[in-house]
Nanobody
């Protein structure tokens, strides 16, 4: 049984940073990723990482500000978020990805399992 537990969200001022963590157990697929959902908006793919080779994927609008990483030994995936903006406010979810990470990044499509999410609020 796959279990994904996100942590690290909170309130941060514009321009600040946060590091989200996802503790994953039981996951046997090739990719883990992060997607987000802001109030009243559709899900948005944020980033993904290959669990075996560490290849990373990002939605174009977030490249340069967000960075995904993994600790294979701990079974943990991270999302470092820098230069945060109010429009980054959302619930962030960790998810296992079925198949290619490209549809996940482009359309938040192909998630198989996801956690309960962690809320990130960017506000002064």
């Amino acid at each position: 049984q796959v279990q994904l537990v996100e942590s690290g969200g909170g309130l941060v001022q514009p321009g600040g940073s946060l590091r989200l963590s996802c503790a994953a157990s039981g996951a046997t697929l090739d990719y883990l990723g992060w997607f987000r959902q802001a109030p009243g908006k559709e899900r948005e793919g944020v980033s993904a990482i290959g669990l075996s080779d560490g290849t990373t994927y990002y939605t174009d609008s977030l490249k340069g500000r967000f960075a995904i990483g993994r600790d294979k030994a701990k079974g943990t995936v991270y999302l470092q978020m820098n230069s945060l903006k109010p429009e980054d406010t959302a619930v962030y979810y960790c998810a296992t990805i079925l198949g290619s990470p490209i549809p996940f990044i482009q359309r938040a499509y192909g998630m198989q399992d996801w956690g309960k999410g962690t809320l990130v609020t960017v506000s002064s």
